[in-house]
């Protein structure tokens, strides 16, 4: 019977083109819940998979600091973030979130006729 070896999974390691990369920032922004520390660790996987050397030199940041900024141990500051995300090569964006179904108000599905008082 042969042994089973396991290995950590490395999401840096699947993300090969700029289009998975903008997807899996994507999908962590929209799972993040506001949790800044979740996304830089997003952008930190991303930087590796790019080269973390390559992506400090772009953003104008040392190696060391980038790692620690994109640990997801701490939130980095916001100008850091924009910093890897053009060193990236990505851009953010703003959007309108779907609108959810809420059904008719209580103001409009009630609404009374005034009688007058002769």
Do not use: N, W
Not at 57 to 80: C, H, Q, V
Request: glycine share 6%; with cysteine; net charge positive.
């Amino acid at each position: 019977m042969s042994k089973t070896t396991t290995t950590r999974y490395d999401v840096a390691e699947h993300l090969r083109t700029p289009e998975e990369m903008a997807a899996y920032l994507e999908a962590c922004l929209e799972e993040a819940d506001g949790d800044a520390a979740f996304i830089a660790k997003a952008l930190g996987d991303i930087a590796r998979a790019k080269g973390m050397a390559q992506v400090a030199k772009d953003a104008g940041l040392s190696r060391e600091s980038l790692y620690k900024a994109l640990s997801g141990e701490r939130s980095p500051d916001f100008d850091t973030i924009l910093k890897v995300i053009g060193a990236l090569g990505l851009k953010l964006h703003a959007e309108v979130p779907r609108a959810r179904f809420r059904g008719p108000t209580s103001r409009s599905s009630s609404r009374t006729t005034k009688r007058r008082v002769a």
